[in-house]
């Protein structure tokens, strides 16, 4: 265990007040603060901007029931409560869609909250009558959540496991300048210009797994590719080295465990105690269909990434966390997004992949309590329903505008013209899509572009799939 961990007793108290501060809230008008995450490029922005957008425009969500029962009277934005964190860009994110050239919202990469008021009607007993409630979004990286176990290893065990990661064959070749610069540099005096050159391969080499499309499990430090206004500060600029026994005063392996302590004290614990500590639902957005695309190491790799990210989750078992924050979190939805890259007859299919992908972790998160569903969906749906007639048989295949560039066979789209497209089957057995039984390639995916809505539909929620579903698992409740 890290040593002086409990000893941060300000960083404790800071917690307490405002778990209290949270409560004391809650008792004026209940508040729902809904953590958003997911690997980065998983759908993050495009669920939040759909979300807030079907909302405050209205009309149909079926399967909503306070919407569908016409008891949600409205919904706007209102200010956020934290001062210190960026507004979520919702506007611009939406005029992304609707704009005249239709692009997808640009990466975002860091963290983001928005507040959203509901004003219903409750239809529950004693509470029957005008409610309100509060829902505050908040968007952050699931690379993040990568960073928690930091605070239980000390600057030496991580290295060990960060450089044992680095040798594994799918990354060893994305990490030789690295791992060559961390071998010759262990035994150094602390040095400046060594550090940061050591600490730049090393980010180099994260840059370059990230890239890679079989890669999908992340290494930790979370933060690193994702440095914003922290770029350059010494508690971003570290890495691992082979260290053994004590690490001698004046050596760069000093000067790099200084640096490691202080992101776990700058970077990782504020995450811990001013976001993940203080939410109340969340739902993790997996992009499995890139997964499945990228083979069956990728879908491999993907578990295993999912298995990381979602130790956060189910730490309510282990003591360690529990003395020292308790997250809160009573319901999780895992959601395969972009499921309108397929047809409608492999949406369960996804689901089902989807299910079994995360099946481990879901047992350990619900032994703690929370409640817990798998979904496919869209926040924004991209195509609609077609047939493509093969001979006397008809395949289920999808049609919409797809990117511009994007390829199949030796066909490059224009970005203007639509496309009929037979993306292939998920299989019936989700087991077959995880093992090499569903090889590289079974499924042909392209990108597409957003979908053109017209002045007409604006007051609706934007297409969709089962949008409604995931809001009346993460919000139902809350909306008696
Ligand atoms: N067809 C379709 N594509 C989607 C959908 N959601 C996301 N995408 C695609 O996935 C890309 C990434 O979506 P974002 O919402 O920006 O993902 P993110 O998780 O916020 O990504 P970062 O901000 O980079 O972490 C988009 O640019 C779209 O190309 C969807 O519902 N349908
Ligand atoms: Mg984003």
């Given at each position: 265990?890290?040593?002086?961990?409990?000893?941060?007793?300000?960083?404790?108290?800071?917690?307490?007040?405002?778990?209290?501060?949270?409560?004391?809230?809650?008792?004026?008008?209940?508040?729902?603060?809904?953590?958003?995450?997911?690997?980065?490029?998983?759908?993050?922005?495009?669920?939040?901007?759909?979300?807030?957008?079907?909302?405050?425009?209205?009309?149909?969500?079926?399967?909503?029931?306070?919407?569908?029962?016409?008891?949600?009277?409205?919904?706007?934005?209102?200010?956020?409560?934290?001062?210190?964190?960026?507004?979520?860009?919702?506007?611009?994110?939406?005029?992304?869609?609707?704009?005249?050239?239709?692009?997808?919202?640009?990466?975002?990469?860091?963290?983001?909250?928005?507040?959203?008021?509901?004003?219903?009607?409750?239809?529950?007993?004693?509470?029957?009558?005008?409610?309100?409630?509060?829902?505050?979004?908040?968007?952050?990286?699931?690379?993040?959540?990568?960073?928690?176990?930091?605070?239980?290893?000390?600057?030496?065990?991580?290295?060990?496991?960060?450089?044992?990661?680095c040798r594994?064959?799918?990354r060893l070749k994305h990490a030789t300048?690295f791992l060559?610069?961390?071998?010759?540099?262990?035994?150094?005096?602390?040095?400046?210009?060594?550090?940061?050159?050591?600490?730049?391969?090393?980010?180099?080499s994260?840059?370059?797994?990230?890239?890679?499309?079989?890669?999908?499990?992340?290494?930790?430090?979370?933060?690193?590719?994702?440095?914003?206004?922290?770029?350059?500060?010494?508690?971003?600029?570290?890495?691992?080295?082979?260290?053994?026994?004590?690490?001698?005063?004046?050596?760069?392996?000093?000067?790099?465990?200084?640096?490691?302590?202080?992101?776990?004290?700058?970077?990782?614990?504020?995450?811990?105690?001013?976001?993940?500590?203080?939410?109340?639902?969340?739902?993790?957005?997996?992009?499995?269909?890139?997964?499945?695309?990228?083979?069956?190491?990728?879908?491999?790799?993907?578990?295993?990434?999912?298995?990381?990210?979602?130790?956060?989750?189910?730490?309510?078992?282990?003591?360690?966390?529990?003395?020292?924050?308790?997250?809160?979190?009573?319901?999780?939805?895992?959601?395969?997004?972009?499921?309108?890259?397929?047809?409608?007859?492999?949406?369960?299919?996804?689901?089902?992949?989807?299910?079994?992908?995360?099946?481990?972790?879901?047992?350990?998160?619900?032994?703690?309590?929370?409640?817990?569903?798998?979904?496919?969906?869209?926040?924004?749906?991209?195509?609609?329903?077609?047939?493509?007639?093969?001979?006397?048989?008809?395949?289920?295949?999808?049609?919409?505008?797809?990117?511009?560039?994007?390829?199949?066979?030796?066909?490059?789209?224009?970005?203007?013209?639509?496309?009929?497209?037979?993306?292939?089957?998920?299989?019936?057995?989700?087991?077959?899509?995880?093992?090499?039984?569903?090889?590289?390639?079974?499924?042909?995916?392209?990108?597409?572009?957003?979908?053109?809505?017209?002045?007409?539909?604006?007051?609706?929620?934007?297409?969709?799939?089962?949008?409604?579903?995931?809001?009346?698992?993460?919000?139902?409740?809350?909306?008696?």
């Amino acid at each position: 265990m890290a040593g002086g961990f409990f000893d941060d007793l300000a960083f404790e108290a800071g917690l307490a007040a405002r778990a209290i501060g949270d409560a004391a809230g809650n008792l004026i008008e209940p508040k729902i603060r809904l953590g958003v995450t997911g690997l980065s490029r998983a759908g993050k922005t495009v669920f939040i901007t759909a979300l807030v957008h079907a909302l405050t425009a209205g009309g149909r969500f079926p399967v909503l029931t306070a919407m569908a029962e016409g008891r949600v009277a409205g919904a706007e934005l209102a200010p956020q409560p934290d001062d210190q964190v960026p507004r979520f860009a919702y506007e611009a994110h939406l005029d992304a869609f609707l704009g005249a050239d239709r692009h997808w919202p640009h990466s975002t990469r860091a963290i983001a909250e928005l507040r959203l008021v509901i004003d219903y009607e409750s239809k529950s007993g004693w509470r029957r009558g005008p409610k309100r409630l509060t829902l505050d979004l908040v968007d952050y990286p699931g690379e993040w959540l990568l960073d928690l176990p930091l605070l239980k290893q000390d600057y030496a065990t991580w290295s060990r496991h960060t450089l044992a990661a680095c040798r594994t064959p799918q990354r060893l070749k994305h990490a030789t300048a690295f791992l060559q610069a961390a071998e010759a540099g262990a035994a150094g005096k602390a040095d400046e210009i060594e550090a940061q050159r050591i600490a730049e391969l090393f980010r180099q080499s994260l840059v370059a797994m990230r890239d890679d499309p079989t890669i999908i499990a992340r290494l930790a430090p979370g933060h690193f590719l994702m440095q914003g206004e922290r770029e350059g500060a010494p508690a971003l600029t570290f890495a691992p080295l082979p260290v053994s026994g004590e690490i001698k005063s004046g050596t760069l392996a000093a000067m790099m465990a200084r640096r490691y302590d202080a992101y776990r004290d700058h970077v990782v614990k504020p995450f811990f105690r001013d976001h993940f500590a203080r939410l109340d639902r969340q739902i993790v957005l997996v992009d499995v269909l890139y997964a499945l695309n990228a083979g069956p190491d990728a879908v491999a790799d993907l578990r295993i990434a999912l298995d990381d990210i979602l130790g956060a989750f189910r730490t309510g078992a282990d003591s360690f966390w529990t003395d020292w924050f308790r997250p809160k979190i009573d319901r999780v939805l895992f959601a395969a997004t972009k499921a309108d890259h397929l047809n409608s007859v492999s949406h369960d299919r996804l689901e089902a992949i989807l299910r079994l992908i995360v099946e481990r972790s879901m047992r350990r998160i619900g032994d703690s309590g929370a409640r817990i569903d798998v979904i496919a969906l869209a926040s924004v749906r991209a195509t609609r329903e077609a047939d493509v007639r093969d001979g006397s048989t008809v395949l289920p295949a999808i049609a919409g505008v797809p990117l511009k560039g994007e390829v199949i066979g030796d066909v490059v789209f224009d970005g203007i013209r639509e496309a009929v497209i037979f993306p292939g089957d998920l299989p019936a057995k989700p087991e077959l899509a995880i093992d090499s039984g569903f090889p590289k390639g079974s499924m042909q995916f392209v990108r597409f572009r957003p979908p053109l809505i017209e002045a007409q539909d604006r007051g609706f929620p934007l297409p969709h799939i089962r949008l409604d579903r995931a809001l009346e698992f993460l919000i139902g409740d809350q909306l008696p």
